[in-house]
């Protein structure tokens, strides 16, 4: 396994057009996080998962947004409508719940443009 | 108040000299804390985490954590061109999510 994979890596779309973007988190971890990160800021929490159940939704979230990971193995981030806003690199995390379970590793990310 | 700040730099230091890091949390209830490296257009890669007040050292890199002050920082000894990127501080949150700082831009100069 190589590490968390992220699909696309570069999207360009017009206002108000739907995107969805995937992850692929390392297969033996169970947890998968959705960040974004605009230019000069850190990465900010949207969402996470355990195995299938999303636990956790950034009260930031946009109902816009929304994430599924059905089976518990990779993971997509989907966005309506979408905003100028929006642009932002959108980075997806794995980790494994357990004594060490917030050693969090980052896929390379997302980046959208939205014109 | 953002529940974990940094200084945005630009931190600039001579190349072989110790870079100071630095960081602060507002939740007393944080438990973990993170530092991860961000070269420009990449993604943040974990350098260290620490859980227990005191210093922790792994080759040139040491964190240091005091809960009493929330403060938490990263100390990287005999700089290289190569340590240049963006330092981000973490505090771990329930179920294992991130809250980041800003991050610390650090330039190393040849």
């Known amino acids: 396994d190589t590490g968390v994979s992220q699909d696309p890596r570069h999207k360009i779309t017009k206002r108000g057009q739907n995107v969805t973007f995937r992850c692929d988190p390392i297969s033996e971890h169970n947890r998968l996080y959705w960040y974004r990160q605009t230019l000069g800021q850190g990465p900010e929490f949207l969402t996470y998962f355990q195995n299938e159940a999303q636990l956790e939704k950034s009260r930031l979230l946009s109902d816009r947004f929304s994430a599924e990971r059905p089976k518990g193995s990779f993971s997509t981030l989907e966005i309506q409508r979408t905003e100028q806003g929006d642009s932002a690199m959108y980075l997806c995390a794995s980790s494994l719940a357990g004594a060490m379970d917030t050693e969090a590793f980052f896929g390379q990310g997302t980046r959208l443009t939205v014109v | 108040q953002k529940e974990v700040e940094q200084n945005s730099g630009p931190l600039s230091v001579p190349e072989g000299a110790i870079a100071s890091l630095n960081c602060t949390y507002s939740?007393?209830?944080?438990?973990?804390f993170f530092w991860y490296r961000q070269y420009s257009g990449k993604s943040p890669e974990l350098i260290m985490f620490i859980y227990s007040n005191g210093d922790k050292e792994d080759g040139r890199f040491t964190a240091q954590l005091n809960k009493a002050s929330q403060y938490v920082s990263l100390l990287i000894r005999d700089s290289q061109p190569s340590d240049s990127a963006t330092y981000l501080c973490a505090g771990g949150g329930r179920g294992g999510k991130l809250i980041f700082g800003q991050g610390t831009e650090l330039s190393v100069k040849p």
């Open positions: 939740d007393r209830g944080s438990q973990s």
